[in-house]
């Protein structure tokens, strides 16, 4: 049940405090710290704690600003992709691929039923993808109904700015790939291991080539991979992010 305690706003020049702000929120939707604590998938305590303004700064804002609808700049400025609130438009690396935007929590429908799975180093150095889900999360609204849609927490800073490690990217198998798309691309080895990388597709593909071309942001870099090693391509149409 909601404490009866009134909800006093707290300005800071001209701001709401992000404690106060994500209270507000939860109360209008009639939710107790322990439903919003459900949400997120952490403790009450630690819910009470950030509206406390005790926790000033925490790991669980982009996630409470996906669920509560607040806009990220309004919880902590450095949350945006420019550190004043803006979102750049471009990768890293000055090209036209678009940046893989979080989706806002109008955005997300339903349970906490979208498979997400971990990208791991591996022994030979290689990033390889777990096959069962280390997690569950909310589906973005074109992944509702779509059971192939799948999640992939991302580790490493090859594509940092645009995918922080912790992140998680939605991926939709059911698109085409085309030029500027961020991919996952996955190889099945011999021994039965299925690798994974996030990169660009620079180039949209063609059933003559012998090779993708990709890019990164981190640093910068363009290059080819061969379509014989990596053998599956799914495009990312957006991401939860890890921070």
Request: aromatic share 6%; with cysteine; charged share 25%.
């Amino acid at each position: 049940m909601l404490s009866g305690q009134s909800i006093t706003a707290v300005i800071s020049s001209g701001a709401m405090e992000p404690g106060i702000l994500i209270q507000n929120e939860r109360v209008k939707r009639g939710w107790s710290q322990a439903d919003l604590a459900k949400r997120l998938g952490i403790s009450q305590p630690a819910v009470k704690k950030i509206e406390s303004g005790e926790t000033k700064k925490s790991k669980h804002l982009p996630k409470i600003g996906q669920v509560l609808g607040i806009p990220l700049e309004q919880l902590d400025p450095a949350l945006s992709r420019d550190g004043q609130g803006n979102v750049n438009q471009l990768s890293s690396n000055g090209s036209s691929n678009p940046a893989l935007h979080i989706i806002p929590s109008t955005e997300l429908m339903g349970e906490n039923d979208l498979p997400v799975y971990a990208i791991v180093m591996g022994g030979r150095g290689a990033l390889v993808l777990e096959n069962e889900p280390y997690s569950y999360t909310t589906r973005p609204k074109r992944l509702v109904g779509h059971k192939d849609g799948y999640g992939v927490l991302v580790i490493g800073d090859s594509m940092a700015r645009e995918y922080n490690e912790n992140d998680i990217a939605y991926v939709d198998p059911r698109l085409h790939p085309k030029k500027g798309d961020p991919c996952v691309f996955q190889g099945t080895r011999d021994d039965g291991t299925v690798e994974a990388i996030i990169k660009y597709l620079d180039r949209s593909p063609d059933a003559s080539d012998t090779v993708y071309y990709v890019s990164q942001t981190n640093p910068p870099k363009r290059f080819t991979i061969k379509k014989a090693d990596w053998q599956k391509i799914h495009v990312a149409v957006g991401k939860e992010s890890g921070r």
